[in-house]
C-alpha cells in the first residue's frame, strides 16, 4: 500500500501565497510503481480538477491553465516528497487540494483523474478577497 498525507492548506490573502507539501510513503512506492505525483483540486460543488502533475526526475511538468505561472510544481524524489508553491492566489483557486500518485507517465495522462491510483486526504487552501 502507498500513503500520501498533505500539509501545508490553510488561509490566504488575495495576492498571497500558500505552500503545500506531500509525503509519500509505502513498499509499493517507487520510480517504477507510480512515477508521477500530481495535484487536483476539488471546490463544493465541482468536480476534482487537476492542478499540476510531475514526473519522477522533476524534468517534465504539467499544468492547468488557470494556474500556469503563478503554481509551481516541485519534488524531492529522495524524500519522496512533491510540494505545490502557489502565488498571486485568488478566491477561485479556494478548494481541498490532493495530492496522487500515478504508474502513468507522460503529459497525456496527466490530466485525467482516473490514470491515479493513489489519492492522499487533502488539505484546505482558502483564498480571501
Known amino acids: 500500500q502507498v500513503q500520501l498525507v498533505e500539509s501545508g492548506g490553510g488561509l490566504a490573502q488575495t495576492g498571497g501565497s500558500l505552500s503545500l507539501s506531500c509525503a509519500a510513503s509505502?513498499?509499493?512506492?517507487?520510480?517504477?510503481?507510480?512515477?508521477?505525483l500530481g495535484w487536483f483540486r476539488q471546490a463544493p460543488g465541482r468536480e476534482r480538477e487537476f492542478v499540476a502533475a510531475?514526473?519522477?526526475?522533476?524534468?517534465?511538468?504539467s499544468y492547468t491553465d488557470s494556474v500556469k505561472g503563478r503554481f509551481t510544481i516541485s519534488r524531492d524524489s529522495a524524500k519522496n516528497t512533491v510540494y505545490l508553491r502557489m502565488n498571486s492566489l485568488k478566491p477561485e483557486d479556494t478548494a481541498v487540494y490532493y495530492c496522487?500518485?500515478?504508474?502513468?507517465?507522460?503529459?497525456?495522462?496527466?490530466?485525467?483523474?482516473?490514470?491515479?491510483?493513489?489519492w492522499g486526504q487533502g488539505t484546505q487552501v482558502t483564498v480571501s478577497s
Open positions: 510531475i514526473s519522477w526526475s522533476g524534468s517534465s511538468t
Open positions: 509505502g513498499r509499493t512506492f517507487s520510480r517504477f510503481t507510480l512515477p508521477t
Open positions: 496522487a500518485a500515478s504508474r502513468y507517465t507522460g503529459r497525456y495522462y496527466d490530466f485525467d483523474k482516473r490514470k491515479y491510483d493513489y
